[in-house]
T-cell receptor, first 114, second 113 residues
């Protein structure tokens, strides 16, 4: 099955700086890569996703890049703000993997220092 | 636009007691999931239901049972709670046929003493 590794487990950045979270996946058949943000006491919320036919996707201060050859994808947050503090999860889904095909990384706790 | 609704939000059980966690979605999604979240372990799949009438085991099914009551509702039952089942439980739904992301509920924080 698919295996997703996520780094770092904790990331502390100064407000206004950029943050980058990286994930690698094992199965080249994976074709869908979502990112989730989980605020304290809440459920994970989808913030951005990318499919294997696209190399980069942006949504305001958030961007995701995908390198299919190296089998890794990254989340980039620019001009970080206090409300960006949260736990972020990456995930990968196997093409045709069925209903259980989404595999999650173990999460990154992003801390924005004022 | 409720999305995925979980009840209860908090629960304390004594070892050996039973309880059912309820989940309902109003997005007409085919697939529903139960995850548990423990510190440092990420999200681990307990059971899932690809469509109404079907259920399958995930990564950590021992000690749990599920029921897909209809397309909207998917419940998780602990028959005899153990301290190792202390966790935060999340229900999610998706329309996996279209490779969509998951929508999560707000979670149930369960403590077994």
């Amino acid at each position: 099955g698919e295996n997703v590794e996520q780094h770092p487990s904790t990331l502390s950045v100064q407000e206004g700086d950029s943050a980058v979270i990286k994930c690698t996946y094992s199965d080249s058949a994976s074709n869908y890569f979502p990112w989730y943000k989980q605020e304290l006491g809440k459920g994970p919320q989808l913030i951005i996703d990318i499919r294997s036919n696209v190399g980069e996707k942006k949504d305001q201060r958030i961007a995701v890049t995908l390198n299919k050859t190296a089998k890794h994808f990254s989340l980039h947050i620019t001009e970080t703000q206090p409300e960006d503090s949260a736990v972020y999860f990456c995930a990968a889904k196997l093409s045709g993997g069925g209903a259980d095909g989404l595999t999650f990384g173990k999460g990154t706790h992003l801390i924005i220092q004022p | 636009n409720a999305g995925v609704t979980q009840t209860p939000k908090f629960q304390v059980l004594k070892t050996g007691q039973s309880m059912t966690l309820q989940c309902a979605q109003d997005m007409n999604h085919n697939s529903m999931y139960w995850y548990r979240q423990d510190p440092g372990m990420g999200l681990r799949l307990i059971y899932y239901s690809a469509s109404e009438g079907t259920t399958d085991k995930g990564e950590v099914p021992n000690g749990y049972n599920v029921s897909r009551l209809n397309k909207r509702e998917f419940s998780l039952r602990l028959e005899s709670a153990a301290p190792s089942q202390t966790s935060v439980y999340f229900c999610a739904s998706s329309d996996y046929d279209r490779d969509g992301g998951y929508t999560f509920g707000s979670g149930t924080r369960l403590t077994v003493v």
